[in-house]
């Protein structure tokens, strides 16, 4: 079988051999290639089978100097800030960063990672798994191979995880909600449902509700299906409207759900909330620019990449971690 050259990816690409070049170098983000490209060109490398001579240097040598990061989402800005902060803490370390989605899909993320395994591509990995459970990563093949898990928790044995407390930045969020004399808090929430993050948040909105006093109302809580988040608000909002519910306060448990949610309330038929208070567990810049004063709940971005690549490096020199779980705390930002 020909060898995959660099030529043959540009024209698989059509995009030039620099590009690809500075994606493959860690560089993406510094001369402002997109998330998205930078993924577009990782996958075809895995998917090609493509050996750069950097990478063919490296593994006569047993080392890439290479970490791999598989997130969920390209587009997810707290993702994009985490990818920024573990890039430069590894670039300090004469390391660079390959980046990955898995588009919250376990098939896509298993093909990810036995790729990069097999080539010997990176010498660690950093890892938000969307997996209902710990089955894949307990295989023997990852006895060697240095893993860090961010952002969501797998039930391992022996795992190393940096991650934040989700469940009491949900109860503090309720807690000014009701502070502020809310008492019907609805609660939207995205899929994928069983992720750690998701679970916790959803465990701490239940359990501030119940200690605060609040009547508990499971129909105001709103699976909102990820891949089509404005219609399922719009839905959402729709059935409170005809349930004649008079929600003072909305819940949202990521920040896309927040901006659709923001979309769809200019619409006059959802004039009766309009006077509801908003609760974000994310914060966004713009935040601060509109009109509409949002709670929101502002996350260790720098802490969580810096520290996830400490760790990995550590591993890859040969330091063990019997279990390093690290929780950070978060930041309640009122308006």
Not at 123 to 152: C, N, W
Not at 186 to 213: M, Q, W
Request: proline content about 2%.
């Amino acid at each position: 079988m020909k060898r995959i050259v660099l030529q043959d990816l540009s024209s698989q690409l059509g995009c030039s051999k620099t590009l690809i070049s500075m994606v493959l170098n860690g560089k993406g983000n510094q001369y402002g290639i997109s998330q998205k490209t930078q993924a577009t060109v990782m996958e075809a490398i895995s998917r090609l089978n493509y050996s750069p001579d950097k990478f063919a240097r490296s593994l006569s040598l047993s080392k890439s100097n290479f970490v791999g990061l598989i997130i969920s989402d390209m587009s997810n800005p707290f993702n994009a800030g985490v990818a920024n902060a573990i890039q430069e803490s590894l670039f300090k370390r004469n390391y660079n960063l390959m980046v990955f989605s898995s588009d919250e899909n376990e098939k896509k993320e298993n093909l990810l990672v036995d790729s990069m395994i097999k080539r010997k591509s990176a010498d660690g990995l950093i890892i938000a798994s969307t997996h209902k459970s710990s089955e894949f990563y307990d295989q023997e093949k990852f006895s060697d191979m240095p893993v860090v898990f961010i952002d969501r928790v797998l039930p391992l044995r022996k795992a190393n995880y940096v991650v934040i407390d989700n469940y009491a930045g949900s109860v503090e969020i309720v807690n000014c909600l009701t502070k502020i004399g809310c008492e019907k808090i609805a609660c939207f929430v995205s899929t994928p449902l069983h992720i750690s993050t998701t679970e916790d948040r959803l465990y701490g909105y239940r359990n501030a509700v119940y200690k605060n006093g609040l009547k508990r109302r499971e129909h105001f809580i709103k699976t909102i299906d990820s891949n089509r988040i404005e219609d399922d608000v719009e839905k959402s909002l729709r059935e409170l409207k005809e349930a004649k519910e008079l929600v003072d306060a909305f819940f949202l448990l990521n920040s896309k759900v927040c901006l659709a949610l923001l979309k769809v309330l200019k619409k006059a038929e959802f004039s009766m909330f309009a006077k509801a208070q908003l609760a974000c567990f994310e914060d966004m810049e713009m935040f601060n620019m509109i009109d509409k004063k949002i709670i929101s709940i502002s996350q260790p971005i720098e802490e969580i990449g810096k520290n996830a690549a400490e760790i990995v490096l550590e591993l890859i020199s040969g330091k063990k971690y019997n279990k390093s779980s690290m929780v950070l705390p978060t930041t309640l930002i009122e308006r």
